[in-house]
């Protein structure tokens, strides 16, 4: 009985959604030639105050100030006179007026009550059809008020930006900050998922295919990145590697004598790590690689700066570890407070990071990472710092335990890992990159 409620939901699903494409497609070829014609009839902005940017993402507003990630927005600012920021999927239709320099621009996903009665087609397609509906009715604004145009992922972001700039005749390019596909094979997840896993995947290639292959230009935040992209069929030449850029500031004469008393750790061994609280991050490898170190070093602690949508599982496996006293918690924290932590630390445990390696590598503090994805280019074993088996939490365990022995060796590790981080990804540095890039991409296409 189950099994036939099972096929018939779906078959509805199937039908429905059906239904919605073969009725809406008319109207929205209709549509979408209508705002072809009046957009082009719309003047081209004119850059006499400045270039503007709109860069398409994917979360929404309230996510960004809890995580409190405004800087990497704030990157373009030397770029750009203002920069519009397209949030999508959001929980809200509204605009917000950041600073005078930074709006956002929430676009809400429609149908939640198809998900809850489980009709992920009709789900899906009714939000990607309404998505796009909205981000055409923007293209005469973008035409007259925007100089380029940047989507986050090879997907929905992707996509909307290629749209918006064929359709406004500007130029526009596609940021990749992943690598989608592995992401996806990890966790099972897509931000809009309740499909079957086969139907996602083969969504997904075709995204990726269609956009990167397509796009005119491609930025990659790293070389791992680069070969990704590459691989689902982006133009050599039209990839640039644009790396995250950090400033060195932060890291340079924190008190870390005041953070350690604000969270009473002493003079303890500290390990400490700066993550999203979610599988696809190895976050459930903490508790086994902290069990192993409190076995050889019962003073150490484990401290964990960020949240996500598993906390709640993943404090259920410190509890059955029995290392819920070793790993504290903290919650999303300030950038002031994060930069605290990385200088105080005695190591820093990376398995699965963007951005937050390069933090990590700036600090001078020995860094212990998973040797995945991109990982190698920055922490390269014995020299930058100790570069582990991805998921091998005993050498993870192992190569901590002997930097909290050999202090000497953890200062000679940093040194060369902050070296060459403020080498690559200094905010200085990775600025005039940018500027020439986004320079040479507005006034090639003019």
């Known amino acids: 009985m189950h099994q036939e409620m099972i096929l018939l939901r779906r078959i509805a699903d199937i039908g ?69 920021v397209m949030c999508y999927p959001a929980w809200h239709f509204r605009r917000i007026a950041h600073s005078t320099t930074l709006t956002f621009i929430e676009i809400p996903l429609f149908g939640r009550v198809l998900k809850r009665i489980k009709l992920p087609i009709t789900y899906m397609l009714l939000n990607s ?24 992922d090879p997907h929905h972001t992707g996509f909307a930006a290629m749209l918006l700039g064929l359709i406004a005749d500007i130029p526009y390019c596609i940021s990749l900050h992943a690598h989608y596909g592995m992401i ?41 990145i680069r070969q990704y992209a590459e691989s689902r069929g982006a133009i ?28 009473s750790w002493g003079d303890s061994p500290l390990v400490v790590i700066v993550s999203r609280i979610s599988r696809e991050k190895y976050v459930f490898d903490i508790p086994m690689i902290a069990q192993i170190v409190a076995r050889a070093i019962p003073q150490a602690f484990f401290t964990i700066a960020g949240d996500g949508p598993d906390r709640e599982a993943f404090e259920e496996a410190l509890a059955k570890a029995g290392i819920r006293d070793t790993v504290r ?73 002997y930097l909290l022995r050999h202090p000497d060796e953890g200062k000679r590790l940093a040194a060369a890992a ?5 080498r690559n990804h200094s905010r200085e540095t990775v600025t005039r990159e940018k500027m020439a890039f986004y320079h040479s991409l ?5």
Request: proline fraction near 2%.
């Open 16 to 84: 429905l959604a059906t239904g919605i494409l073969f009725l809406m497609a008319p109207w929205l070829a209709v549509y979408a030639f209508g705002i072809i014609i009046i957009t082009r009839l719309v003047p081209r902005h004119r850059s006499g105050t400045g270039h503007n940017l709109l860069r398409i993402v994917q979360g929404d507003y309230d996510i960004i100030r809890r995580k409190d990630v405004f800087f990497v927005f704030y990157e373009d600012e030397q770029s750009f006179a203002h920069t519009f």
């Open 129 to 152: 059809l309404v998505f796009f509906t909205i981000v055409l009715a923007y293209a005469p604004w973008v035409r007259k008020s925007v100089s380029l145009v940047r989507g986050s």
């Open 184 to 224: 996806f094979d990890r966790t099972g997840q897509f931000y809009l998922s309740g499909l079957p896993n086969a139907t996602i995947r083969m969504f997904r290639l075709w995204a990726e295919r269609l956009v990167l292959a397509h796009a005119r230009s491609v930025i990659a935040i790293n070389d791992y």
């Open 236 to 263: 050599s030449c039209r990839v640039t590697v644009l790396r995250h850029g950090v400033s060195v500031e932060r890291f340079t004469g924190n008190d870390n004598v005041a953070i350690r008393a604000r969270f």
């Open 329 to 401: 918690i903290l919650g999303f924290q300030k950038q002031e407070i994060v930069s605290s932590l990385r200088t105080a630390a005695d190591v820093n445990l990376c398995l699965y990071d963007g951005y937050s390696l390069i933090e990590a590598a700036l600090s001078g503090r020995p860094v212990v990472a998973y040797d995945v994805e991109w990982h190698n280019e920055l922490i390269r074993n014995s020299k930058t710092g100790y570069l582990v088996p991805n998921r091998d939490v005993q050498s993870a365990a192992e190569a901590i335990c």
């Open 418 to 422: 902050r070296e060459l981080a403020v």
């Open 442 to 446: 507005i006034h090639g296409a003019n």
